[in-house]
Nanobody, 126 residues
């Protein structure tokens, strides 16, 4: 299977930046998309961004477009989420996820992903 481990969360002030990392291990060759999701207290887990391992093509939720950048380092089997201009509403547990089953579209729903990390907390203070 595939194991995912996130890191890089923390406490930051409004307008600040953080970079999250997600290291993949195991049978990583079966994963073709890597996504980031987040879940705030009392809310559903929501899509943030996705990147295709091979092409590097990316897609973002409207709420983070222009502020967040997803990237990957294939040699390190690691995906990153660079977050700038953070807002209090970005506060959430951030999860990375791996997708190994093809479905049409960008892979923006939770059910399309088979592998999940344990999450890393991001808190943005006002």
């Amino acid at each position: 299977q595939v194991q995912l481990v996130e890191s890089g969360g923390g406490l930051v002030q409004t307008g600040g930046s953080l970079r999250l990392s997600c290291a993949a291990s195991g049978r990583t060759f079966i994963v073709f998309d890597m996504g980031w999701f987040r879940q705030a207290p009392g809310k559903e887990r929501e899509f943030v961004s996705v990147i295709k391992w091979n092409s590097g093509t990316t897609y973002y939720a409207d709420s983070v477009k222009g502020r967040f950048t997803i990237s990957r380092d294939n040699a390190k089997n690691t995906v990153y989420l660079q977050m700038h201009n953070l807002k209090p509403e970005d506060t959430a547990v951030y999860y990375c996820a791996g997708r190994s089953r093809w479905t049409p579209g960008w892979g923006t729903t939770r059910g399309e992903y088979d592998y999940w990390g344990q999450g890393t907390q991001v808190t943005v203070s006002s």
